[in-house]
């Protein structure tokens, strides 16, 4: 199989409980808006900075890519798909993906663990905030491949260098 893209998954970063808020509109907490910017300049540093982005609708996953891409300087196409939440992110990485070389997934536990599983094998731990890259190997609509491999798993507290 010829080499395909990088798919960087990313959990919503740490969010705020307000009373009476929804589950779909609770936003960032302060930890998660610092966690935001601490992978923002990560990704820039990295060259990680996607053509797509496929989000879930709740609000804290929203934040999340928005306020991470912006730190980064990136301009994706940013998609909405409600699978993100509580649904089959394999299915959105076959149906959303499209020609791209770079696709970030930004949404929630245990999905995305699953998904980096089925595709690598690998079981990762995934914090909020938590990013995963893996190199995906042929197509993406292809059952996931043999080849494709988990690049990097990391939290925001590793990218955190001020309580160092």
Do not use: I
């Not at 989000?55 to 993100?84: H, W, Y």
């Not at 995934?126 to 996931?144: I, S, Y």
């Amino acid at each position: 199989m010829s080499h395909r893209g990088q798919l960087v998954v990313l959990r919503h970063a740490k969010s705020a409980w307000p009373a009476g808020a929804e589950d779909h509109e609770r936003p960032l907490a302060p930890r998660g808006e610092r966690a935001c910017e601490l992978l923002g300049r990560f990704v820039a540093r990295s060259g990680l900075c996607p053509e797509r982005v496929v989000c879930s609708p709740a609000l804290r996953a929203r934040e999340t890519a928005q306020r991470t891409t912006d730190v980064a300087g990136c301009v994706p196409d940013v998609l909405l798909d409600e699978r993100l939440y509580g649904g089959d992110a394999l299915a959105v990485l076959r149906d959303q993906a499209g020609d791209v070389e770079r696709l970030w997934l930004v949404g929630h536990e245990p999905e995305l663990v699953d998904l980096v599983a089925s595709l690598t094998g690998a079981v990762v731990r995934l914090p909020t905030g938590g990013l995963v890259v893996v190199d995906v190997e042929g197509p993406w609509a292809e059952q996931p491949g043999r080849g494709n491999r988990l690049l990097l798993a990391l939290g925001p507290r590793q990218l955190d260098t001020s309580s160092r």
